[in-house]
C-alpha cells in the first residue's frame, strides 16, 4: 500500500536543503514535481510508486529490500511499512535523511561506495530503481552488482521515462530544464536483460491506451524465472 509522505513535510524539505545545497539543486530534483500548483504533477508521480508497489508484490515487499536512487525519500515509507529491512542508497542522500529523521523511518541509508559493505549476496528480495537508471551511462557493473544482492527469487523493479514528445512537453511545464538522461527506455529495458533479467509485468503511465510518460517493469533473475 503506498503510503503518501505529506505535502507539508516535503515543503519544509524543499526550503531547508534548499538554504542548504542551493535552490537549483533542489528545483532539478523530483522534490518540486511532488509541490507542483498542476494537481496533474503530483498525481501522477506518486500514481507511478504506487505502480511500483503493484508490480512489486507481497512477497518481495516483504523481506530485505533496497530502493536504488532513493531521491526524496517519497518511497522510503511504504516500503518501511511491510518490509523486514529497507535500505536506501543516493548520490545525494540529503532529501532521504531529512524525510527518515523526520518520519523516525527505520531505513538504513548508504552511500553507493558503502553498499557491498553492508549488503551480502543473494540477501534482497526487491531492489527499485525509479527515475535512475537513465542518468547513468555504462550501467551493466552496476546491474551485475544489483543482480548480485538479489535472492534468486528477487525482483527488480525500474520506472523509467519514456523520453517521448510528450514526456518532453510535461517535463517542461514541470519546470526541469537540465538534460540528464543518457538513455531511453527500451535502450535501458535491452541493457537489463543483457544482465541476466527476464521482464515479467509491465505498465504504462498514466494510461495504457494513450502516449505514455512512465513505464514501468518487475523484471526477475533468469535463473529464479525458470
Avoid at 514535481?33 to 498525481?43: D, F, Q
Avoid at 523486514?84 to 561506495?113: C, W
Avoid at 549476496?121 to 555504462?138: C, G
Avoid at 538522461?181 to 533479467?197: C, L, R, S, Y
Wanted: hydrophobic share 40%.
Amino acid at each position: 500500500m503506498l503510503v503518501k509522505v505529506e505535502r507539508a513535510r516535503f515543503e519544509e524539505m524543499r526550503k531547508t536543503l534548499s538554504e542548504k545545497l542551493g535552490k537549483e539543486l533542489v528545483d532539478e530534483s523530483a522534490l518540486p514535481s511532488y509541490l507542483h500548483s498542476n494537481p496533474l504533477i503530483p498525481w501522477i508521480v506518486w500514481k507511478r510508486l504506487a505502480t511500483v508497489l503493484e508490480l512489486s508484490g507481497e512477497k518481495a515487499l516483504s523481506g530485505n529490500v533496497l530502493d536504488f536512487g532513493c531521491g526524496t525519500g517519497s518511497l522510503l515509507p511504504s516500503l518501511c511499512a511491510t518490509a523486514k529491512k529497507v535500505y536506501g542508497t543516493d548520490l545525494h542522500l540529503d532529501f532521504s535523511e531529512q524525510l527518515v529523521a523526520d518520519e523516525r523511518l527505520p531505513a538504513d541509508l548508504l552511500a553507493p561506495e558503502e553498499l557491498d559493505e553492508h549488503i551480502t549476496e543473494k540477501s534482497l528480495s526487491l531492489i527499485t530503481a525509479v527515475e535512475v537508471l537513465e542518468h547513468i551511462d555504462d550501467s551493466a557493473e552496476l546491474l551485475a552488482q544489483l543482480k548480485g544482492y538479489l535472492r534468486d527469487d528477487g525482483l527488480l523493479v525500474v520506472s523509467l521515462p519514456t523520453e517521448n514528445f510528450i514526456y518532453g512537453v510535461c517535463r517542461a511545464i514541470a519546470g526541469f530544464k537540465g538534460d540528464y538522461h543518457k538513455k531511453n527506455a527500451d535502450d535501458i529495458h535491452k541493457d537489463i536483460e543483457a544482465a541476466g533479467f527476464v521482464a515479467k509485468e509491465r505498465k504504462y503511465l498514466p494510461f495504457s491506451l494513450l502516449p505514455s510518460l512512465f513505464v514501468v517493469t518487475s523484471f526477475a533473475k533468469e535463473e529464479g524465472a525458470k
